[in-house]
């Protein structure tokens, strides 16, 4: 199983300032790695896929890079809306998908 | 509007059984993978397994082997997650998601149903 690791468990930001959140897969994934955003109450919401593609309606003030081991989103300008929680999950071993502990940004 | 709409929260005792569900509207049922997964309390999400409801295609993750047993109807154009016998660890939120592969990333998400085993 391909362990995946995101740092920091939290973040505080101010709005307005940037968060770059990390995540680290225990072998390489290549870029089949995905970004998502959870708040309470509500679905997660898919951000990136094949580590820098934004989905569909994802706001430019996120992007995301790496390969292989060493992942980061970036949101530049952080809104009041984008306090949740992040979480990466790797898709390169399709026979047990993983997703990152996550990592809560916060207001600071 | 793709939508995944699940079944509301469940309040089970150990030992019993549980089928929860997930219906889907806004594209083609039997074209897409059906993916779902595990969030305990305070916790991660953690992939369960997923189901190709256009020829009932399953796979389940190790860890969830032999635990649970995912199933689709096409008529219906529901997916279901099913434990034969709960246990109190399985008390946690369960969401299920759409997928284009088997081994990708989940585009749309259901909101999840709690589920609450205790004696």
């Known amino acids: 199983e391909i362990v995946m690791t995101q740092s920091p468990a939290t973040l505080s930001v101010s709005p307005g300032e940037t968060a770059t959140l990390s995540c680290r897969a225990s072998?390489?994934?290549?870029?089949?790695l995905a970004w998502y955003q959870h708040k309470p109450g509500q679905a997660p919401r898919l951000l990136i896929y094949?580590?820098?593609t934004r989905d569909t309606g994802i706001p430019a003030r996120f992007s995301g890079s790496g390969s292989g081991t060493e992942f980061t989103l970036s949101i530049s300008s952080v809104q009041s809306e984008d306090f949740a929680v992040y979480y990466c999950q790797q898709y390169n071993n399709w026979r047990a998908l993983s997703f990152g502990g996550g990592t809560k940004v916060e207001i600071k | 509007e793709v939508q995944l709409v699940q079944s509301g929260a469940e309040v089970k005792k150990p030992g019993e059984s549980l089928k929860i569900s997930c219906k889907v509207s806004g594209y083609s049922f039997n074209n897409f993978w059906i993916g779902w997964v595990r969030q305990m309390p305070g916790k991660g999400l953690e992939w369960m397994g997923i189901?190709?409801?256009?020829?009932?295609?399953?796979r389940i993750s190790p860890s969830f082997q032999g635990q649970v047993t995912i199933s689709a109807d096409k008529s219906t154009r529901t997916a279901y997650l099913q434990w034969g016998s709960l246990k109190a660890s399985d008390s946690a939120t369960y969401y299920c998601a759409r997928a284009w592969t088997s081994g990708t990333f989940f585009d749309f998400w259901g909101l999840g149903t709690l589920v609450i085993v205790s004696s």
């Open positions: 072998q390489s994934v290549s870029r089949d």
């Open positions: 094949g580590a820098s």
């Open positions: 189901i190709y409801p256009g020829d009932s295609d399953t």
